[in-house]
């Protein structure tokens, strides 16, 4: 299997833990109205409604989460001034990324209105291709001011070359997942709030074991995610900017970014808890070997953990204890659409969805960035990680790398792969990176 298919598989089983949305089982069988014929044209049917088409990534759920919210549209939940639009979805196919997808809507003449982008999508590439427009010509006329209720880093991952490409509707701060069952087999007390780097090292180790004794250690205390840059967080506490997509400053080449990276290239040289040497495989630092016997990794925070990893902290702490914020879901408006037809329907339909995400991007609802609330928020999480996310979202910053699979999939070639295998040097290994982002923000 090759690393753009494993990265693949696993951002298909985030997406689907990632999407989710009210409304009853019940609600869902019912359907909207048949849509008109005329779908995607933005002309007015003979009712006097207009139809649109909000596109989708698939889920294996039984009820869509985006049908929820155009039923909820269309029975006036959502507050908006377009009542006579209503909506039909067209589902993305999950092997079917949405550059794909609007590329062949294009070329079929059919419109597609709004886009729903899940995690893996690669929001800067599909406006350099022309897939989706911006939403400036239309955000700079607008009195309502609408991306204020978006909490300010949110709105910074949707942010390309200071243009606003869509609008954030879900968002999720890294943190450290731990197999329980490895620590309770270990002896080994799991992680708290108060982790330092020292701590996770030394847990690491106590975790890294051989356990068939063939002299060869195959049950390490660490893995990478490889759809989380693990470094990453070791950059951003060194208040180190790898590249920001709004500015085009790129801060790899920063010197904090040499103490960094040697400190997270120190956890396979040196200390032995992550898989290390000139024969490593993906499948090793990625844990597929044994899933099970993982000790810790990296992770966005996922509002339904799969069960032998539904213990989290936040990340270990220095002294900045930022954390990478992700971006998990956004709407855009494919470049072909009636643009201001779009907009119209754009603005109350993100607000309300992103009032509903596990953890959104609106602060105008919960305000879990500005103000958590933690009556709503005990609501959906279980206490066990209900402070984890409260924690993590104080101290979360805006990160284009763990958002963009392009971003997160070169990356992790330049430098993740070539350190753990020892086949380029930190300092190599950083100019690498810096000039494939700038061929990547400039190009």
Same mark, same amino acid.
């Given at each position: 299997?090759?690393?753009?298919?494993?990265?693949?598989?696993?951002?298909?089983?985030?997406?689907?833990?990632?999407?989710?949305?009210?409304?009853?089982?019940?609600?869902?069988?019912?359907?909207?109205?048949?849509?008109?014929?005329?779908?995607?044209?933005?002309?007015?049917?003979?009712?006097?409604?207009?139809?649109?088409?909000?596109?989708?990534?698939?889920?294996?759920?039984?009820?869509?989460?985006?049908?929820?919210?155009?039923?909820?549209?269309?029975?006036?939940?959502?507050?908006?001034?377009?009542?006579?639009?209503?909506?039909?979805?067209?589902?993305?196919?999950?092997?079917?990324? /949405?550059?794909?997808?609007?590329? /062949?809507?294009?070329?079929?003449?059919?419109?597609?209105?709004?886009?729903?982008?899940?995690?893996?999508?690669?929001?800067?590439?599909?406006?350099?291709?022309?897939?989706?427009?911006?939403?400036?010509?239309?955000? $700079?006329?607008?009195?309502?001011?609408?991306?204020?209720?978006?909490?300010?880093?949110?709105?910074?991952?949707?942010?390309?070359?200071?243009?606003?490409?869509?609008?954030?509707?879900?968002?999720?701060?890294?943190?450290?997942?731990?197999?329980?069952?490895?620590?309770?087999?270990?002896? $080994?007390?799991?992680?708290?709030?108060?982790?330092?780097?020292?701590?996770?090292?030394?847990?690491?180790?106590?975790?890294?074991?051989?356990?068939?004794?063939?002299?060869?250690?195959? =049950?390490?205390?660490?893995?990478?995610?490889?759809?989380?840059?693990?470094?990453?967080?070791?950059?951003?506490?060194?208040?180190?900017?790898?590249?920001?997509?709004?500015?085009?400053?790129?801060?790899?080449?920063?010197?904090?970014?040499?103490?960094?990276?040697?400190?997270?290239?120190?956890?396979?040289?040196?200390?032995?808890?992550?898989?290390?040497?000139?024969?490593?495989?993906?499948?090793?630092?990625?844990?597929?070997?044994?899933?099970?016997?993982?000790?810790?990794?990296?992770?966005?925070?996922?509002?339904?953990?799969?069960? $032998?990893?539904?213990?989290?902290?936040?990340?270990?702490?220095?002294?900045?204890?930022?954390?990478?914020?992700?971006?998990?879901?956004?709407?855009?408006?494919?470049?072909?659409?009636?643009?201001?037809?779009?907009?119209?329907?754009?603005?109350?339909?993100?607000?309300?969805?992103?009032?509903?995400?596990?953890?959104?991007?609106?602060?105008?609802?919960?305000?879990?960035?500005?103000?958590?609330?933690?009556?709503?928020?005990?609501?959906?999480?279980?206490?066990?990680? =209900?402070?984890?996310?409260?924690?993590?979202?104080?101290?979360?910053? /805006?990160?284009?790398?763990?958002?963009?699979?392009?971003?997160?999939?070169?990356?992790?070639?330049?430098?993740?792969?070539?350190?753990?295998?020892?086949?380029?040097?930190?300092?190599?290994?950083?100019? $690498?990176?810096?000039?494939?982002?700038?061929?990547?923000?400039?190009?």
């Amino acid at each position: 299997m090759t690393r753009r298919s494993l990265l693949s598989s696993v951002l298909v089983g985030a997406n689907a833990l990632l999407l989710s949305c009210g409304g009853d089982d019940e609600e869902a069988q019912s359907s909207p109205a048949a849509p008109d014929s005329r779908v995607g044209t933005g002309t007015e049917s003979t009712n006097d409604s207009r139809q649109l088409t909000l596109a989708a990534l698939d889920t294996p759920f039984a009820v869509h989460p985006a049908q929820n919210a155009i039923q909820e549209w269309s029975k006036g939940s959502i507050d908006s001034n377009s009542d006579e639009i209503q909506f039909e979805l067209a589902k993305i196919p999950l092997q079917v990324g /949405a550059r794909e997808f609007l590329a /062949a809507r294009e070329a079929g003449g059919v419109t597609v209105d709004l886009i729903w982008l899940p995690i893996r999508e690669d929001i800067p590439a599909l406006f350099k291709t022309g897939l989706i427009g911006t939403l400036d010509r239309w955000l $700079q006329f607008d009195q309502s001011r609408p991306m204020e209720a978006f909490a300010g880093e949110a709105r910074r991952l949707v942010r390309f070359r200071s243009q606003t490409l869509a609008m954030p509707i879900a968002v999720a701060p890294g943190v450290l997942a731990h197999n329980a069952n490895r620590f309770r087999i270990a002896n $080994q007390a799991g992680p708290t709030h108060e982790w330092t780097w020292e701590d996770f090292i030394e847990t690491g180790k106590r975790l890294t074991d051989d356990r068939n004794g063939d002299g060869t250690i195959d =049950r390490w205390g660490f893995a990478a995610a490889g759809f989380f840059p693990d470094w990453l967080p070791f950059l951003l506490q060194e208040d180190v900017t790898i590249a920001d997509l709004e500015t085009g400053e790129i801060g790899i080449e920063d010197p904090a970014s040499l103490r960094a990276l040697s400190a997270w290239d120190e956890l396979g040289r040196e200390h032995g808890i992550l898989p290390y040497g000139p024969d490593v495989t993906v499948a090793q630092l990625f844990g597929w070997n044994d899933l099970n016997h993982r000790g810790m990794y990296f992770t966005p925070f996922l509002q339904r953990m799969p069960d $032998q990893w539904q213990m989290v902290t936040p990340l270990p702490k220095k002294d900045r204890n930022t954390t990478p914020l992700v971006l998990v879901e956004a709407l855009a408006i494919p470049a072909p659409a009636d643009g201001e037809l779009a907009y119209e329907v754009l603005v109350p339909l993100a607000h309300w969805l992103g009032e509903r995400r596990a953890l959104p991007a609106v602060t105008a609802g919960w305000q879990y960035l500005q103000k958590p609330d933690r009556e709503h928020f005990d609501l959906i999480f279980p206490e066990s990680v =209900r402070a984890t996310g409260l924690q993590a979202l104080t101290e979360a910053r /805006a990160s284009h790398v763990a958002s963009s699979l392009a971003l997160t999939q070169a990356l992790f070639n330049i430098i993740t792969w070539r350190l753990a295998r020892d086949e380029v040097g930190i300092e190599q290994a950083i100019e $690498q990176a810096a000039n494939w982002l700038q061929n990547y923000l400039i190009e």
